[in-house]
């Protein structure tokens, strides 16, 4: 298995520029996470879905943030306009039916910077 | 106060040492993950636990439900080893902590 893919590695942007961040998680998972890793704050749940259908919202920063899961194999975190503060590392995670511990199995993240 | 703490933030040690990094969590779980991000970044699952004491390797995780904590060891450490080393609290959310600094001196 490929394991959960994410895109881009790497992004530098300007300010008020629109960023899309894209997740593919392991085929046959039914929970998506996004989350934010910065030095102060480390990692932050942002939101996640079952199923395709977001769950819990609470941690999108902002109305700046939003996120969609249109089919069980893609979502996107999609970030408009950016902010110099909304630089970090976001990761995607996927956790499946078949592990009903909870098992995240994460992406390797997008590391960006919002000059 | 954090929901899930970990201590120590930072710990610097001599291969080969033991290492132990706790962490305890005040929210109720069904599931806690251990979890190591190397300087590159990635994110790697260690440990899933319940209940008791899983063992791979050199590592070692223990849980105590009641207690609400519980605890990574590392025998006979590395440089390898070097590493973030986080627990998460799963439940319907999952819940980090902020993460213990390891580095293990060769």
């Known amino acids: 298995d490929a394991g959960v893919i994410q895109s881009p590695r790497h992004e530098v942007t300007e300010m008020g520029q629109e960023v899309t961040l894209r997740c593919k998680p392991i085929?046959?998972?039914?929970?998506l996470f996004w989350y934010r890793q910065t030095m102060m704050r480390g990692l932050e749940l942002l939101i996640y879905f079952n199923n395709n259908v977001p769950i819990d919202d609470s941690g999108m920063p902002e109305d700046r943030f939003s996120a969609k899961m249109p089919n069980a194999s893609f979502s996107t975190l999609k970030i408009q306009p950016s902010e110099p503060r909304d630089s970090a590392v976001y990761f995607c995670a996927s956790r499946g039916r078949t592990t009903p511990t909870g098992e995240l199995f994460f992406g390797e993240g997008s590391r960006l910077t919002v000059l | 106060k954090n929901e899930v703490e970990q201590s120590p933030q930072n710990l610097t040690a001599q291969e080969g040492e033991f290492i132990t990094i706790n962490c305890s969590y005040s929210v109720g779980i069904s599931a806690l993950h251990w979890l190591q991000q190397h300087p590159g970044g990635g994110i790697v699952s260690l440990f899933m636990?319940?209940?008791g004491k899983k063992k791979h390797g050199r590592l070692i995780a223990t849980i105590n439900i009641q207690e609400k904590h519980s605890s990574l060891h590392i025998t006979a450490s590395h440089p390898r080893d070097s590493a973030v080393y986080i627990c998460a609290a799963i439940d319907d959310k999952i819940i980090f902590g902020k993460g213990t600094r390891l580095h293990i001196l060769p």
């Open positions: 085929s046959g998972h039914n929970s």
């Open positions: 636990l319940s209940s």
